[in-house]
């Protein structure tokens, strides 16, 4: 198995920062694609890895293997902010409807 996809397994900091090096702005297309806001891309892409970050053992497999897993579940991260926003924008027209 290559360094990168062990270090990322192994949940080894230099792994999530060449993955970062790596594929960021590949992450940040994939949300953008989605969000129309680059900042909110960003931030979709940074919660993304965090999610996975923070789930050990969820991967394994090689370096193309990591690059499409992680491009899926910052493509994910996107529908679901796309998703809370929708709800919460709901939640606010509902609310002004119902003020006095």
Do not use: T
């Amino acid at each position: 198995m290559d360094q990168l996809v062990d270090d990322f397994a192994a949940r080894r900091p230099s792994g999530l920062e060449q993955v970062y090096a790596l594929w960021s702005s590949l992450f940040f297309s994939v949300a953008r694609h989605s969000i129309s806001d680059s900042a909110r891309a960003e931030d979709c892409v940074h919660d993304a890895l965090v999610r996975v970050w923070r789930s050990p053992n969820r991967f394994a497999g090689d370096r193309q293997m990591l690059k499409a897993y992680l491009i899926a579940c910052v493509r994910n991260e996107s529908f679901a902010m796309l998703r809370r926003e929708g709800r919460r924008d709901a939640r606010e027209r509902k609310a002004a409807r119902l003020a006095p």
